[in-house]
């Protein structure tokens, strides 16, 4: 028993440490009104969506695959999805991922080659930070939302005598910051230096562009881009479509290891996600609401605190340190709003902060009363925000 508590203190001691730094995670369960999840349009509830899997159940069409898609796992489901979502996106195709991250971290370790050079946004999502990581091209970071710094960074990899070709990597919809990406800049680099470009529109699909199709709906189609929309927020339900042209859906499905050896997503996921992109496209008005929502949030925020802090669904209220972030998010829980505190490493060190997330789960009674809340909490020293 001794030798075995031995070895669990290196674990133990590590747990201790994120505690005295206030980082210490634990799992909590849903209570209180939604301000903290990402199901932007209300669609994980939709009683649409909910028919369309039961009737798909009803059917015959399985739970699980029961392999991988190269095995007996590929089902028609996910057939016709990646054939619906590649006309919704405008792509020349499409495949299905069972998570955003294992879709990040699919096409990072495989697509780009080992003379290339990955040029990542500073603030990407971490599963494209572990994607390049675990990739065989070079890797380096640019200053968040800089397309010059980007140029940089390519410029110099070239002068140091880098022979491939260059991946720059950002987000259209940054999910901590809640700012929006310079996709046209980043575009015009990409093109000057011949370079491919994955935007990650995780926190956009759904929510903007035409009919839901994202903040990077103009450039589906290009051979030089491939994006990745994530079907676990504004879609309601799970996994990852990536958009691409054929070539380079067809490298995935012949070199991708997280594709060719993971038991393919459920074949009902693939249902919903299909359900989710007919209402998109049918229910136009839950968009619209959305936009609404978040346009009277802004203007309440100016109200009470003389200033914005987003221009999206995403409103970061920086606190700075950790501790505090904690106790003003456990403050607002207790008052009735589904808060959560951020901390490193999610945001970069001393900018803890509360993510207040906006979907059509409450309306804007809720939002008045919780900005009431929080700038009651915010008017107490011990609460006021560092920024």
Known sequence: MQASAN????????????????RLRRLSPRSGLDFSSNDYLGLAQAPRIKRAVAAAMEAGTPVGAGGSRLLRGNCEEHERLEAE??????????????????????????????????????????STHE????GRAETCQ??????????????????DGGVGRPWIVVESLYSMDGDIAPLDELIAVADRHDAFLLIDEAHAT????????GLAA????????????????????????????????EVLINRCRPFIFATAPSPLMAVAV???????????????????????????????FGK???????????????ARAMHLASALQQRGFDIRGIRPPTVPAGTARLRLSLTLNVDEAAITALLDALAELDEEPRWRSAS
């Open 274 to 304: 299909s359900e989710a992109l007919a209402i998109l496209q049918d229910e136009p008005e839950r968009q619209q609401r959305l936009t609404q929502l978040v346009a009277f949030a802004h203007r309440e925020i100016v109200a009470r």
């Open 308 to 322: 914005n802090w987003s221009s999206s669904q995403i409103i970061p209220y920086i606190v700075g340190d950790n």
């Open 142 to 159: 640019f200053a968040h939302n800089d397309p010059e710094a980007a140029e940089d960074r390519i410029l110099a990899w070239r002068r």
């Open 218 to 249: 103009a450039y589906e189609g290009r051979d030089s881009i491939v994006i990745v929309h994530t079907c676990g927020k504004a879609l309601g339900a799970a996994g990852a479509l990536v958009t691409a042209s054929r070539v380079l859906r």
């Open 85 to 126: 979502a590649a006309r919704f996106f405008g792509a020349d195709s499409a495949l299905f991922f069972g998570s955003g991250y294992m879709a990040n971290f699919a096409v990072l370790t495989t697509l780009p080659q080992r003379d290339d050079l990955l040029v990542l946004d500073a603030l990407v999502h971490a």
């Open 7 to 22: 070895r669990l203190a290196g674990y133990a001691n590590g747990l201790q440490s994120l505690a005295a730094d206030d």
């Open 206 to 213: 759904g929510v903007y562009g035409m009919q839901g199709r």
């Open 131 to 134: 994607g390049a990581r675990a």
